[in-house]
Nanobody
Protein backbone atom coordinates (compact mmCIF):
# COMPACT_ATOMS: atom_id res chain seq x y z
CA UNK A 1 0.00 0.00 0.00
CA UNK A 2 1.41 3.33 -1.09
CA UNK A 3 1.34 6.01 1.58
CA UNK A 4 2.53 9.58 1.85
CA UNK A 5 2.60 10.80 5.43
CA UNK A 6 3.11 14.46 6.25
CA UNK A 7 4.43 15.72 9.56
CA UNK A 8 5.75 18.91 11.09
CA UNK A 9 2.67 21.07 11.05
CA UNK A 10 1.50 23.04 14.06
CA UNK A 11 0.61 26.39 15.55
CA UNK A 12 3.19 29.14 15.14
CA UNK A 13 3.35 32.91 15.25
CA UNK A 14 3.76 35.16 12.27
CA UNK A 15 7.41 35.37 11.29
CA UNK A 16 8.25 31.91 12.63
CA UNK A 17 9.53 28.95 10.64
CA UNK A 18 8.35 25.38 10.20
CA UNK A 19 9.72 22.40 8.35
CA UNK A 20 7.26 19.92 6.92
CA UNK A 21 8.27 16.39 6.03
CA UNK A 22 6.57 13.88 3.77
CA UNK A 23 7.66 10.29 4.12
CA UNK A 24 6.69 7.83 1.43
CA UNK A 25 6.20 4.13 1.93
CA UNK A 26 4.98 1.24 -0.15
CA UNK A 27 7.08 2.19 -3.15
CA UNK A 28 10.00 4.39 -3.97
CA UNK A 29 9.42 7.84 -5.43
CA UNK A 30 13.06 8.47 -6.26
CA UNK A 31 12.19 8.70 -9.96
CA UNK A 32 9.07 10.82 -9.48
CA UNK A 33 8.50 14.52 -9.16
CA UNK A 34 6.82 15.57 -5.94
CA UNK A 35 5.07 18.66 -4.71
CA UNK A 36 3.49 20.47 -1.80
CA UNK A 37 -0.03 21.87 -1.99
CA UNK A 38 -2.19 23.63 0.55
CA UNK A 39 -5.87 24.24 1.02
CA UNK A 40 -7.31 26.98 3.17
CA UNK A 41 -10.96 26.94 4.30
CA UNK A 42 -13.25 27.92 1.46
CA UNK A 43 -10.44 27.95 -1.07
CA UNK A 44 -9.22 25.58 -3.75
CA UNK A 45 -6.18 23.44 -3.24
CA UNK A 46 -3.18 25.27 -4.66
CA UNK A 47 0.30 24.15 -5.55
CA UNK A 48 3.09 25.78 -3.57
CA UNK A 49 6.24 24.07 -4.71
CA UNK A 50 7.36 21.14 -6.81
CA UNK A 51 10.64 19.30 -7.29
CA UNK A 52 11.88 16.99 -10.00
CA UNK A 53 13.08 13.49 -9.27
CA UNK A 54 16.71 14.63 -9.20
CA UNK A 55 16.06 17.76 -7.19
CA UNK A 56 17.69 19.89 -9.86
CA UNK A 57 14.47 21.48 -11.04
CA UNK A 58 12.02 23.25 -8.77
CA UNK A 59 8.91 25.39 -9.05
CA UNK A 60 7.49 27.89 -6.56
CA UNK A 61 4.22 29.75 -6.51
CA UNK A 62 4.63 33.50 -6.32
CA UNK A 63 2.96 33.54 -2.91
CA UNK A 64 5.79 31.54 -1.33
CA UNK A 65 8.76 32.32 -3.52
CA UNK A 66 11.71 33.46 -1.41
CA UNK A 67 10.14 32.15 1.81
CA UNK A 68 9.61 28.43 1.19
CA UNK A 69 12.14 25.86 0.02
CA UNK A 70 11.35 22.38 -1.25
CA UNK A 71 13.96 19.65 -1.07
CA UNK A 72 14.14 15.88 -1.13
CA UNK A 73 16.24 13.01 0.13
CA UNK A 74 15.73 10.07 -2.21
CA UNK A 75 17.66 7.74 0.06
CA UNK A 76 15.03 8.39 2.73
CA UNK A 77 12.12 8.56 0.28
CA UNK A 78 11.23 11.88 1.87
CA UNK A 79 10.44 15.37 0.63
CA UNK A 80 10.61 18.50 2.76
CA UNK A 81 9.16 21.98 2.79
CA UNK A 82 11.08 24.57 4.76
CA UNK A 83 8.79 27.50 5.50
CA UNK A 84 10.26 30.76 6.76
CA UNK A 85 8.71 34.08 7.65
CA UNK A 86 5.27 32.55 7.95
CA UNK A 87 2.30 34.84 7.45
CA UNK A 88 -1.30 34.68 8.65
CA UNK A 89 -2.39 33.81 5.11
CA UNK A 90 -0.22 30.69 5.18
CA UNK A 91 -2.75 29.06 7.50
CA UNK A 92 -4.04 25.95 5.72
CA UNK A 93 -3.86 22.19 5.50
CA UNK A 94 -0.66 21.25 3.71
CA UNK A 95 -0.49 18.19 1.48
CA UNK A 96 2.36 16.45 -0.24
CA UNK A 97 1.78 14.69 -3.52
CA UNK A 98 3.64 12.58 -6.04
CA UNK A 99 3.24 12.30 -9.77
CA UNK A 100 4.23 9.50 -12.10
CA UNK A 101 6.16 12.12 -14.06
CA UNK A 102 9.85 12.61 -13.37
CA UNK A 103 9.84 16.32 -14.14
CA UNK A 104 8.02 19.15 -12.43
CA UNK A 105 4.38 19.70 -13.25
CA UNK A 106 2.05 22.29 -11.73
CA UNK A 107 -1.14 20.55 -12.83
CA UNK A 108 -2.96 19.16 -9.82
CA UNK A 109 -4.64 16.44 -11.87
CA UNK A 110 -1.25 14.97 -12.73
CA UNK A 111 -0.51 14.11 -9.12
CA UNK A 112 -1.57 10.55 -8.44
CA UNK A 113 -0.61 10.05 -4.82
CA UNK A 114 -1.60 12.26 -1.90
CA UNK A 115 -0.93 12.46 1.79
CA UNK A 116 -3.62 13.03 4.38
CA UNK A 117 -2.47 16.56 5.11
CA UNK A 118 -1.03 18.40 8.08
CA UNK A 119 -2.47 21.56 9.59
CA UNK A 120 -0.40 24.73 9.73
CA UNK A 121 -1.87 27.60 11.71
CA UNK A 122 -0.17 30.98 11.87
CA UNK A 123 -1.30 33.40 14.55
CA UNK A 124 -0.53 37.07 15.06
Amino acid sequence: QVQLVESGGGLVQAGDSLRLSCAASGRTFSRNAMAWFRQAPGKEREILAAISWSGFSTYYADSVKGRFTISRDNAKNTVYLQMNNLKLEDTAVYYCAATIRSQVTVRREEYNYWGQGTQVTVSS
